[in-house]
Every structure is written in C-alpha cells, then in structure tokens.
C-alpha cells in the first residue's frame, strides 16, 4: 500500500471516528452544560428584574450559583466535562464536517472552529474553579469586555474595529434571532422521532429562547458601536450589563423580565436539541 493510499485510509477511520458514538455523546453532554448555564443565567436575570442584583447574569454568575450548591464541586466537574465534550464536538466538524449535506462546507467548518475555541475557553475557565485554581475568568464579563474595548481602542484603527466589530455582532445577534422564528433549527432536529406535543414544546422554547438570545447579542453589539463613537471603552457592556440595560427602556423591568424568560427557554432549548438533535 502507497503513502497516498494509507493516508486516504488513515483519514476516512478519522472521519468514521468523528461521526462515532463517542463524538455524539460529546455532542450531547456539550449541549446539556450550555442549557445549564443559559437556564441559570436566565434565573440569574429574573432575580434581577425582581429586585435582587447582587448576582452576575453571565457565566460567571452561573458558576458561582453552581458551586454553592450541595454537592457544587462535583456538580462544577460534570459542567466542565460536558463542555469539554461541546468543544471537541465542535473540533470534530471543523476537521471533517458537520452533520447535514453542506455540513463540509468551508464556511460551516470555519464556524465550528470558531465555536470550539470559545467552547474551549469556556471549559477551561470552568475546569479551574472546578479544580479550585481560579474564578471562572479574570472579572466579570462586563470587566472582559471593557478590558478588550480599552485595548482595541488603542490599536492603529481602533474605532473602527471595535465598529465593525460590534455592528458584526448586533447582525449576528439578528440572524439568531431571526433564525430561530423561521424555526431554521427544524432542519438540525430528528423531526420524525418526535411526538406533535414535543414538537410544539420545542417549537416554543426555540422561538422564544432564540429571539431573546438574539435580542441580547444585538444589545451588546449596539453598546460596542457606541462605545467605538464615543471613544469610551466603558460604554462597552458584557452579558450581564447589557441584560440589565432592559430594564431602563421605556417598558422598564417587564422587558428584563421577557429577556429573562427568554434565556430560560434558550436553556431548555438546549436540553432538547441534546435528546433530538442530529450529530
């Protein structure tokens, strides 16, 4: 056998390797860790709206919540597990594609390389709380994202990336929102396997946790583009600023409350693509 012919083969029992069992195990786990966390940090978000705000609604807040829990270390461990799972998911589809008949495509696999190195970032940081060597990342998210803004600013350009960096996010914060009441998710889920009342409950959870997560993203975009005219890193907002930010529109703490329960939904949402998706 030539080299050519043993590398074809090394690659297809790679590739058969990748779309295994443990791969959709990996899959599942990874997607039940993020319905965990959006659950929470919607929780999180709903306590705020209702007057307590000594909690962070962002991943953080999430990971506090959890450890203080019976039993949280081990409770922190599985969490990490699962999104370690959810980040070699996502290396597997950026190395040999996706599930799906375009799941090959260039595109689709430079998004899942993009997603397994936040997935990775994600896991890490909640591997060291777990292992009691860290905070779950330096300061909140609202902390993070100033810090970059700041750093950013400072760069050759710097309002214009910052600019285009946060017009990028409030379109992708649109397109998940707008994706998600089309239903384009129907397309990722095994529709056959699934009872006409499961079907409506997903229907429900996807929409709405979808629009809410859009909404957010396309908030902490919009707070980007601002803080890039300004020339004011502090305008800059992570998850749990921007999500506060609802309850001073004009709809006041209701709009927070709905933004809330949206993430909620989001994060059962995710507990069913991790029964029903396809991987």
Known sequence: MNASATARTGRIKARRAARGSGVEYAARAGLTARGVIYLLVGVLALRIAFGDGKKQADRNGAVAEIAQQPFGAVLLWALAVGLVGMALWRLSEACFGSAGPDGRAAKKRLLSAGRFVFYAFVAYSVLSVAAG???????????????????ALNLPAGQWIVGVAGVGIVVAGLLIGGRAVLRKYHKKLKLGQMPARTRRLVDVTGVGGGAARGL?????????????????PDRAKGLDDTIRSFAHTPAGPWLLVCVAAGLVLFGLFSFAMARWRRV
């Open 133 to 151: 060597s860290g905070s779950g990342g330096k300061g909140s998210s609202d902390q993070r994202s100033r810090d970059v803004t700041a750093k």
């Open 216 to 232: 957010v993203f396309a908030a902490a975009g919009c707070f980007a583009v601002r803080a890039a005219i300004d020339y004011e």
